[in-house]
């Protein structure tokens, strides 16, 4: 079974600009959730979607939203670009079961670079 | 606030010499204790999850087990393979609604020499 896949692996943006992400969830996976880690503040939840529909969402500004497709697929999207917004962004995906069914399988990471 | 507390931030192992990885928590309502391996540009990957107090998994030389403030970790007779960051995360009942959403700790890394 493939696991949770993100592109680009790689990417340098400068300031200013604004960024796409992409995630596809593990196949039959329907919530999809993002984090951000920075070696300062570690791994924190950006937001989740499930059903195309966001569930929750963390204490990021505006500038990061994301959206969920008919077929699970993920994107987020960071507008204005700065600095600080420089990391490593992990989709995880998980089966959409209640119980001890919940756990988050992450994929690979975009590592983000802003100039 | 959900808070999760790693300790010790890093951790230098000879192999085979066992320790051990602590994680204190604070949250309103567990669902779950969830602990991840993350290798240096990677993805964190899926170990165990503990769902309530006095719970044990083991995977190979690793064991977590649950208390109702922390979780440990036990690395067991480590090799040079188990080198790694850990990470240890806990998700919230939610009232209103359901949801993924997990805090992690900060991890601990662990280097084991041969």
């Known amino acids: 079974k493939a696991g949770v896949t993100q592109t680009p692996r790689y990417l340098i943006k400068t300031r200013g600009q604004q960024v796409t992400l992409s995630c596809s969830p593990i196949s039959g996976h329907r919530s999809v959730s993002w984090y951000q880690q920075t070696p300062g503040q570690g791994l924190q939840f950006l937001f989740e979607?499930?059903?195309?529909?966001?569930?929750n969402k963390g204490n990021f500004p505006g500038r990061f939203s994301g959206r969920q497709f008919s077929n699970s697929r993920s994107e987020m999207n960071v507008s204005t670009l700065e600095l600080g917004d420089s990391a490593l962004y992990l989709c995880a995906s998980s089966a959409p079961r209640e119980g001890p069914y919940n756990e988050q399988f992450f994929g690979p990471g975009t590592r983000l670079t802003v100039l | 606030e959900d808070q999760v507390t790693q300790s010790p931030e890093a951790l230098r192992l000879q192999e085979g010499e066992s320790s051990s990885l602590n994680c204190s928590y604070t949250?309103?309502?567990?669902?779950?204790l969830f602990w991840y391996r993350q290798d240096p540009g990677k993805g964190p990957e899926f170990l165990f999850t503990?769902?309530?107090a006095g719970e044990e998994k083991e995977k190979e030389r690793l064991k977590a087990t649950l208390t109702k403030k922390e979780s440990f970790l036990h690395i067991t007779a480590p090799k040079p393979e188990d080198s790694a960051t850990y990470l240890c995360a806990v998700q919230a009942r939610m009232i209103k609604a359901a949801g993924n959403k997990l805090t992690f700790g900060g991890g601990t890394r662990v280097l084991v020499k041969p």
């Open positions: 979607y499930f059903s195309e529909t966001q569930r």
């Open positions: 949250v309103s309502g567990l669902r779950g």
């Open positions: 503990l769902y309530s």
